[in-house]
């Protein structure tokens, strides 16, 4: 016979024959174990716990704002040779962005290798006031070295960037003139990046700054990145009845970059311990909802519940069972 049709045959003589208007007068019945197999039904525990509340939602990637870094000009200069040429480029923290020509070095190089080879008196102090002159007019420590080493003067410095990330704006262009401190290059890391997220207002109200989040893109369909909820905005949406939930998701590799979509789901803990069963343990009859329990000597008889939230395959119990006990569970 259809195991799914005794499935629902049982079910319906739990309903209509051993629960009586109101709950009351409720008599305990014995399943043959044969029964019990062909129906698939199974026994499990009233558990106390936490019901977990999950969302899926979809968002799309953005930097964090807070890890930007500025590459400037050192000193007067012409742009050599660009290496990254448009914005949303990923780089790497030492990567070379450019190469600047900075002709106001040179002669003052010139006149510190002067300085410096003087067999006079006063020349070593010559030679450092020369030096500093270098450092003044932007020359960076390890080419004052190089020149040091080599004794060739150095007119090109190469601009590497800061961190590693995405170059978000990119300010100049091949052969252009830089004045000293101009900003050439925003490097925006990309350790964690963020995405906000729509949740249900009543689910919004249980999630909490630290929950846990794991998150899948169409672009990595293999990758699963891990992160928490960094915050909950605290307005609410009044056309969706939504909060936006703000998601902070690890990318130690650089995978996920600005503009992806993400789908993410997420699971709060936050509310108070309750009595859970299984979802398929909960019968619903034309007077209520009833559980059947399961007693020490093989019995079953059904209880009148009062059911709360339902969640990951467990439903809450607010009235009808205590922990501990035994319920069936069918399994359709």
């Known amino acids: 016979m259809n195991r799914k049709l005794l499935t629902a045959g049982l079910i319906g003589a739990i309903a209509l ?24 039904i199974r026994v499990a525990e009233v558990i ?39 914005a949303r480029d990923t780089v790497h923290q030492g990567e070379v962005l450019a190469d600047l020509y900075v002709p106001d070095w ?9 300085a410096r080879d003087l067999e006079c008196a ?14 003044r007019l932007g020359m960076p420590e390890d ?44 490097v925006n890391g990309l350790s964690t990046v963020y995405v906000d997220v729509d949740v249900p207002e009543r ?13 899948l893109t169409a ?20 056309a969706t009845r939504t909060l936006s939930a703000r998601v902070a998701l690890a990318n130690p590799n650089m995978q996920l970059l600005p503009g992806m979509s993400v789908i993410v789901r997420l699971a709060s803990t936050a509310g108070a311990d309750a009595l859970l069963v299984p979802n398929e343990a909960v019968i619903a009859t034309g007077t209520g909802l009833v559980v059947t329990v399961c007693e020490d000597d093989g019995r079953f008889h059904p209880v009148n519940v009062e059911i709360g939230s339902q969640s990951g ?5 607010r009235s009808g069972l205590a922990a501990g006990q035994k319920v069936i569970v069918f399994d359709t």
Not at 128 to 135: D, E, G, S, T, Y
């Open 203 to 215: 689910l919004g109200q249980e999630l909490r700054a630290g929950d846990a989040v794991s998150a």
């Open 313 to 317: 395959g467990q439903t809450e119990i």
């Open 122 to 135: 006063g020349a070593a102090e010559l030679a450092k006031v020369a030096r500093q002159r270098l450092h």
């Open 143 to 186: 080419l004052v070295r190089v020149l040091e080493e080599t004794g060739r003067p150095q007119s090109c410095v190469a601009l590497t960037a800061p961190i590693s990330g995405v170059v978000t704006q990119l300010k100049v262009r091949e052969g252009v003139r830089v004045t000293n401190g101009a900003p050439l290059f925003h």
């Open 219 to 238: 672009t990595l369909p293999d990758a699963v990145f891990v992160g928490k909820i960094a915050e909950v905005l605290p307005s609410v949406k009044l």
């Open 106 to 114: 040179f002669a003052a190089q010139v006149a510190y290798l002067a």
């Open 48 to 86: 106390r716990g936490r019901l977990s509340s999950e969302v899926i939602a979809s968002g799309t990637i953005v930097c964090d704002e807070c890890e930007v870094a500025l590459t400037q000009a050192p000193a007067n200069g012409f742009v050599e040779r660009l290496r990254v040429r448009a």
């Open 17 to 40: 024959g051993l629960v009586s208007k109101g709950g009351a007068g409720t008599r305990a019945v014995e399943f043959n174990p044969r029964v019990q197999q062909n129906c698939g």
